[in-house]
Each structure stands twice: as C-alpha cells, then as structure tokens.
C-alpha cells in the first residue's frame, strides 16, 4: 500500500519518496494514476520507493494533482 509521498510538489527531474509496505523490486510507477504515465525508479525498499520524474513528463496542467499507482 501506499502512505504518502514527499515532497508533495515535484517538477520534471525531481526526484519523489514514495512511503508504504510490501514494495519489492522489479515494480513500475505510474503518475496519475488513472493515465499511466510512467516514472523512472531510481530504488525500491520494503518501505520505500525513489522515483524521478521524467525530463519528458506530460504535464497538461501546470497543477497537476492525482495518486501513484505502483505496479509489478
């Protein structure tokens, strides 16, 4: 499950902390959830997960809000 992210604002490059339980490598994260853009993992821990956002991240809106969707 996921718990929560930080930061809670993040920009093409950032990278994000993505907190929770049962994550176990290899896995794949999606932002928003609902179109499934893909993040780049950078590490994953029982507890955590590093992502990046990508340089070519296809932000419609200058605000863009929604939860991640981690898949195996």
Do not use: H, K, W
């Amino acid at each position: 499950y996921i718990s929560g992210n930080s930061p809670q604002e993040a920009n093409a490059g950032d990278l994000v902390i993505i907190y929770g339980a049962g994550f176990e490598d290899p896995l794949q994260v999606f932002f928003p959830a609902d179109s499934g853009q893909q993040m780049e993992v950078v590490s994953v821990s029982g507890t955590e997960i590093v992502i990046r956002i990508p340089d070519d991240f296809n932000d419609e809106c200058d605000e863009s809000e929604g939860e991640f969707r981690v898949a195996r």
